[in-house]
């Protein structure tokens, strides 16, 4: 007999060799019908594997995002199979199960793909569906995978060949073979609604030296309805997408001759990023925070002490060479080691803590261009970073007072539906990180009690820590329902030792400090984009670019319109007024399109009476006023938005 032990933490017996499955039949037949997945002693499990030692075991349905997984990686199989049946001589190399659905990246040869192929790749993944077929997987010797591809599949003989004997193992469905590590639903019947989304090219291993082969993405449900759903939810975020929004509301552009990733921020967007930036630097200053500025270029071996070049050498962008011998520089991935270098210009006390560094610094990593997409990955960015050195028993207090100011920034911007997740190291890969064991528990210690204290609802995920600390991570869910990382907070002991930076103790002794690394935006080019997309591009009022237009009905009220326009601007809301020679349809139209949120039409008994009338973006007339009436209203707004920072 085994002992299993359940989620819950009930232990029930069974005989060795039962299955998930067979645990999940004795719980309930309801479960069993909706199991699709496991996992036993935290390692991927097939439903159908034997059990044959104690163990804890979690099953998986498609509510959970391991169901998904599952649910999703199955389905690459079957899209893999349905390619082979239609394009004779495919070559597969990977098909992994993604974010939303799965791809896979085939060698089609001298195929091309487009979307009027779709249908007929949906209909072939159906009919093998609904065939019912069982995923079984079986191990193989590393001779065997070998021979099975050679002289068929060179890209799956490369990965056989980086593989280790005795860890090689195939899953089989139907007529279908395939090289993989596991993780199935229990057939291919569970599958009822599939849909190819599209295809791109994505060159072998993400090399651009190499060959391009094919990558077609693709989504499955369990039921119609979803996949109904899904496809509607990916129209509303298509009218949302940042880069649509951001060019019909001119706040930025790119150009192939300034470079890839490179984004150019227009007069409307370098408004707002303005008033972002404002607006972080207001609840900064009352935080004690000090802005400093440091240069976009280092001494590579700024970046050789700090760990970065080590970690990230590769990524960033080749050394910049001087004409002295062995001099180079790199333009900058990071801003956390010209602040440690800022904090060491001078000799600090305990009475000194904590000092706090703020900066807007521009960074610059190499992305491979067919990952750049947007604002959202970019080689030049914006951090909104600040560097805290304090000492040990400061940590605690500072750690949760940048907690507040994360909270604070989210509240304003309206993203009020958030989790966080504590990133801990991976003890089992030691050489991703950089620094003592014991002081990485410290401070994951650290990290965890403060998050505790503030009531925060999180999850710990073991092996996403940064090489230098754990972190706390702020995770938004947007108004489509999409998650996104936005905001950090990093707790650091090894850079401080690396960069031997010191203060003087009660005891006049040198202490090392403790470092803090947060960025509630993250990136401003990033946070632009998901605000974008979250918003719609009706940002919140205090940060719109244009707040209010004044319509003229003819020309004939523009002097009118000029002193509402003035009335406006000493009361400092941002206003323009629309004098063309256009009907008054036609300008709210356009309004309405440029996401305006307020509009003053003027005319003859507007300028008789000394009013306004007013009209709010998608939500039409609220009647006349005054313009002192109309000040009031729209201060009153912005102050529901955004509210003072208390510290």
Not at 205 to 220: A, F, P
Request: aromatic share 10%; hydrophobic share 35%.
């Amino acid at each position: 007999m085994i002992a299993i032990t359940l989620p819950d933490g009930n232990v029930k017996k069974f005989e060795a060799g039962v299955s998930p499955m067979d645990v999940a039949m004795s719980i309930s037949e309801g479960l069993a019908r909706n199991v699709i997945s496991a996992q036993f002693n935290d390692e991927t499990v097939e439903v159908s594997t034997p059990l044959i030692e104690d163990g804890s075991l979690v099953l998986f349905t498609w509510r959970d995002d391991e169901g998904k997984k599952a649910f999703w990686h199955s389905s690459a199989h079957i899209l893999a199979q349905a390619l082979e049946e239609l394009y004779p001589g495919v070559k597969l190399w990977v098909g992994p199960a993604i974010e939303h659905g799965f791809y896979y990246d085939v060698d089609l040869g001298d195929e091309v793909l487009s979307e009027k192929d779709f249908k007929t790749i949906e209909d072939k993944m159906l009919e093998i569906a609904r065939g019912k077929h069982e995923f079984k997987m079986r191990s193989a010797t590393k001779a065997e995978a070998l021979s099975y591809y050679q002289g068929e599949n060179e890209y799956k003989v490369e990965l056989v060949e980086g593989l280790e004997d005795g860890s090689i193992t195939f899953c089989d469905h139907d007529s279908f073979t395939d090289l993989c590590k596991g993780g199935h639903i229990p057939n291919t019947g569970i599958v009822k609604a599939v849909k190819v989304l599209s295809v791109a090219g994505a060159y072998y291993k993400g090399d651009e030296n190499n060959k391009q082969l094919t990558r077609v993405y693709g989504i499955s449900f369990p039921k119609q309805k979803e996949l109904t759903e899904y496809l509607e939810l990916l129209e509303e975020a298509k009218k949302r997408d940042h880069r649509k929004l951001g060019k019909e509301l001119e706040l930025f552009a790119f150009s192939q001759k300034v470079g890839q990733g490179l984004p150019l921020w227009l007069p409307k967007g370098a408004a707002l990023r303005e008033r972002l930036e404002n607006f972080l630097k207001s609840a900064q200053k009352k935080a004690g925070y000090e802005m400093v500025i440091s240069p976009h270029i280092g001494q590579k071996e700024l970046y050789v002490t700090s760990g970065h070049y080590e970690k990230y050498g590769e990524d960033s962008f080749q050394p910049i060479k001087t004409p002295k011998q062995d001099e180079e520089f790199l333009l900058k991935p990071m801003n956390c080691p010209h602040h440690c270098e800022i904090y060491k210009n001078s000799p600090w006390s305990y009475k000194d803590l904590p000092k706090r560094y703020a900066e807007f610094g521009t960074v610059y990593r190499y992305e491979q261009s067919g990952e750049l997409h947007g604002l959202t990955r970019v080689r030049g960015f914006t951090q909104d970073d600040a560097h805290l050195f304090c000492t040990p028993d400061q940590l605690d207090e500072e750690f949760k007072n940048v907690i507040d100011l994360v909270l604070y920034v989210f509240g304003s911007l309206g993203f009020e539906n958030f989790s966080t997740q504590v990133s801990v190291r991976d003890p089992e890969k030691p050489e991703k990180y950089i620094g003592d064991p014991a002081i990485w528990e410290k401070a994951e210690r650290a990290i965890i009690n403060a998050a505790d204290d503030k009531g925060l609802d999180y999850v710990v995920e073991t092996g996403e820590a940064a090489f230098y600390g754990p972190k706390l991570d702020f995770i938004v869910k947007d108004a489509l329902g999409r998650q996104w990382q936005l905001g950090t907070i990093q707790v650091d002991y090894t850079l401080p030792e690396r960069f031997d930076l010191t203060y003087k103790g009660s005891d006049n002794e040198l202490h090392r400090p403790v470092m803090i690394h947060r960025a509630p935006f993250g990136s401003m080019e990033r946070f632009v984009a998901i605000l974008l997309e979250h918003t719609g591009g009706n940002f919140p009022l205090w940060l719109m670019p244009e707040q209010v237009s004044v319509l003229c009905l003819s020309e004939k009220y523009e002097k009118y319109a000029q002193n509402v326009l003035n009335l406006l601007e000493n009361n400092e809301i941002r206003a323009l007024v629309d004098n063309r020679n256009e009907t008054i349809g036609k300008k709210i139209r356009e309004a309405e399109m440029k996401k305006i949120p307020y509009m003053l039409i003027v005319g003859e008994q507007e300028e008789k009476d000394g009013t306004v009338s007013v009209r709010k973006h998608s939500e039409g007339d609220l009647g006349s006023m005054n313009v002192t009436q109309f000040s009031k209203l729209v201060q009153d707004e912005v102050k529901q938005t955004i509210k003072e920072f208390k510290v």
